[in-house]
């Protein structure tokens, strides 16, 4: 099967720009994450989807980052304004269901976000 | 709240030597366990998981982990390794309550294998 697509693999641009990342996960699944990974740390979650609806967005800077999954199939996370500390990989991960609990999460290859 | 502490950022290891990749976890609750790998410029793929059950988990690759629940640990290893495993290894875990799949990980351990 395929996995989960993302666009662009990579990214520059100066603060303060806007930059948009889309993500498609994997058919049939339902759930869908966004994480952000800074050079040399672990993944922290972002926002969770459960088909179009917000589960847990407890750690997105909602000032700066926005989210969305229209029709509860792929997604787009939106940053704007940048800063020098968005600068990350930014995973998608979706999952098959959410209330079974140990579900494998896939991740996709990231976009490598560098902010000037 | 759950936290994942991984003891080693890097472990440099000779081919065909044994490996073993430390992981410490706190929390207030029943936790699943994970080991994840990352390729270089790759997202991340699931190594092996703990729900329940044996402690002794058998991953892909030949890898295998051991959840100890008096220690909080959950240490990955792998008998012989190779070249190709040189990676990135985060551990993670989830609480174990319906309706949560949150994942925390761990910062991360780069192995490096030297022919």
């Known amino acids: 099967e395929a996995g989960v697509a993302q666009s662009p693999r990579y990214k520059i641009i100066e603060k303060r720009q806007s930059v948009a990342f889309w993500c498609n996960p994997i058919s049939g699944h339902a759930t869908l994450y966004w994480y952000q990974q800074i050079l040399g740390q672990g993944p922290k979650l972002l926002i969770q989807?459960?088909?179009?609806?917000?589960?847990?967005d407890s750690q997105l800077p909602k000032d700066r980052f926005s989210a969305e999954r229209l029709k509860g199939v792929d997604s787009t996370l939106k940053i704007q304004p940048a800063k020098l500390e968005d600068s990350a990989v930014y995973l998608c991960a979706s999952s098959l269901l959410r209330y079974v609990g140990g579900t494998e999460q896939f991740f996709g290859p990231g976009t490598r976000l560098t902010v000037l | 709240a759950q936290s994942v502490t991984q003891l080693d950022s890097q472990v440099p290891v000779f081919e065909e030597a044994p490996v073993e990749l430390r992981c410490n976890y706190s929390s207030s609750v029943s936790v699943y366990l994970f080991w994840y790998v990352q390729y270089p410029n790759q997202g991340l793929q699931l190594l092996l998981k703990y729900l329940s059950g044996s402690t002794l988990v058998k991953g892909i690759n030949g890898f295998e982990a051991e959840f100890n629940k008096s220690q909080t640990s959950f240490h990955l290893r792998k008998p012989s390794v190779h070249i190709s495993d040189t990676a990135e290894y985060f551990c993670?875990?989830?609480?174990?309550?319906?309706?949560?799949?949150?994942?925390?990980f761990g910062q991360g351990t780069r192995l490096t294998i030297n022919p």
């Open positions: 993670a875990v989830s609480p174990s309550i319906q309706g949560a799949q949150k994942l925390v």
């Open positions: 989807f459960q088909n179009n609806g917000v589960v847990d």
